[in-house]
């Protein structure tokens, strides 16, 4: 080959990679915003009564206050420690026992009925039953929490499982796959995309439990704070517990779907 005709590989530049700027990125940046500003004319033209719906403006400056006394910071921290927990708490045996349900017939045909005849059961509707059994403390607390994450990701991983290629059990069965790698290395990676939304439903309603718990169990959260200010009318501390936890909830989500992205290279995005 002449040199003439030989083709040197460019050199890669070295240095900082930033992220492309996808439309996906550029709407979780700029929906937000648009939001808040309309939020804010609609306050100061009188659209909207400034004694309900605080100006964003109003909720920055008091947010601002509130994080420098320390009682955001605080009620923020035990929200997040809560949704933490109850999370893990309820994601993590939902995510096993869909698994074996999902493979196994027998411990199918055992638990299935169970879960139909608690799952349709208010959770509300069972905050006497748990505050009897384990009493009023922070354990109930994280077990009304993670009864929401626990059912979503039992019966979405079930039916994940169910939806596994037929073929890929045959093959892992007929090489005698030890059930550890069966789970880990068969069923697991095919039925991650389903897993993953049900993860993120169970997220939201893991969120909504705090909250909810925070309403009724205890003096300290986000929740808390939330129903307490507005008990005492003070509804712009009241709108700041809204926020942060809207903010919470849009960051958990924004990392989720990182999560999810780099867990699942292969599955295509529109």
Same mark, same amino acid.
């Given at each position: 080959?002449?040199?003439?005709?030989?083709?040197?590989?460019?050199?890669?530049?070295?240095?900082?990679?930033? &992220?492309?700027?996808?439309?996906?990125?550029?709407?979780?940046?700029?929906?937000?915003?648009?939001?808040?500003?309309?939020?804010?004319?609609?306050?100061?033209?009188?659209?909207?009564? &400034?004694?309900?719906?605080?100006?964003?403006?109003?909720?920055?400056?008091?947010?601002?206050?509130?994080?420098?006394?320390?009682?955001?910071?605080?009620?923020?921290?035990?929200?997040?420690?809560?949704?933490?927990?109850?999370?893990?708490?309820?994601? #993590?045996?939902?995510?096993?026992?869909?698994?074996?349900?999902?493979?196994? /017939?027998? &411990?199918?045909?055992?638990?299935?009925?169970?879960?139909?005849?608690?799952?349709?059961?208010?959770?509300?509707?069972?905050?006497?039953?748990?505050?009897?059994?384990?009493?009023?403390?922070?354990?109930?607390?994280? #077990?009304?929490?993670?009864?929401?994450?626990?059912?979503?990701?039992?019966?979405?991983? !079930?039916?994940?499982?169910?939806?596994?290629?037929?073929?890929?059990? *045959?093959?892992?069965?007929?090489? *005698?796959?030890?059930?550890?790698?069966?789970?880990? *290395?068969?069923?697991?990676?095919?039925?991650?995309?389903?897993?993953?939304?049900?993860?993120?439903?169970?997220?939201?309603?893991?969120?909504?439990?705090?909250?909810?718990?925070?309403?009724?169990?205890?003096?300290?959260?986000?929740?808390?704070?939330?129903?307490?200010?507005?008990?005492?009318?003070?509804?712009?501390?009241?709108?700041?517990?809204?926020?942060?936890?809207?903010? #919470? !909830?849009?960051?958990?989500?924004?990392?989720?779907?990182?999560?999810? /992205?780099?867990?699942?290279?292969?599955?295509?995005?529109?």
């Amino acid at each position: 080959m002449s040199q003439s005709t030989m083709t040197l590989p460019r050199p890669r530049p070295h240095g900082l990679r930033f &992220p492309s700027l996808t439309r996906e990125r550029v709407f979780a940046v700029v929906s937000p915003v648009a939001l808040l500003v309309i939020w804010e004319i609609l306050s100061r033209t009188g659209v909207l009564d &400034p004694r309900i719906f605080s100006r964003p403006s109003a909720v920055v400056q008091l947010m601002a206050t509130m994080l420098v006394s320390g009682q955001l910071a605080t009620d923020t921290g035990v929200t997040l420690a809560r949704l933490f927990v109850g999370s893990i708490v309820g994601t #993590i045996p939902g995510l096993l026992i869909g698994l074996t349900i999902g493979l196994f /017939r027998t &411990p199918r045909a055992v638990i299935n009925p169970l879960v139909s005849a608690t799952y349709g059961l208010p959770r509300v509707a069972l905050f006497p039953l748990v505050l009897l059994i384990v009493g009023l403390n922070e354990t109930s607390n994280i #077990i009304m929490i993670a009864l929401g994450p626990f059912f979503t990701m039992l019966i979405a991983t !079930a039916a994940a499982v169910g939806n596994v290629e037929p073929i890929y059990l *045959k093959v892992a069965r007929s090489f *005698k796959v030890n059930t550890r790698d069966l789970y880990l *290395k068969v069923v697991l990676p095919a039925a991650l995309p389903i897993i993953f939304s049900a993860f993120r439903v169970s997220l939201g309603l893991a969120l909504l439990g705090v909250v909810a718990v925070e309403f009724l169990m205890t003096n300290n959260g986000l929740g808390y704070l939330i129903w307490h200010s507005w008990q005492i009318l003070s509804l712009g501390q009241s709108m700041v517990g809204l926020v942060t936890t809207g903010v #919470i !909830a849009y960051l958990l989500f924004i990392l989720l779907d990182q999560a999810e /992205r780099r867990a699942l290279p292969w599955v295509e995005r529109t």
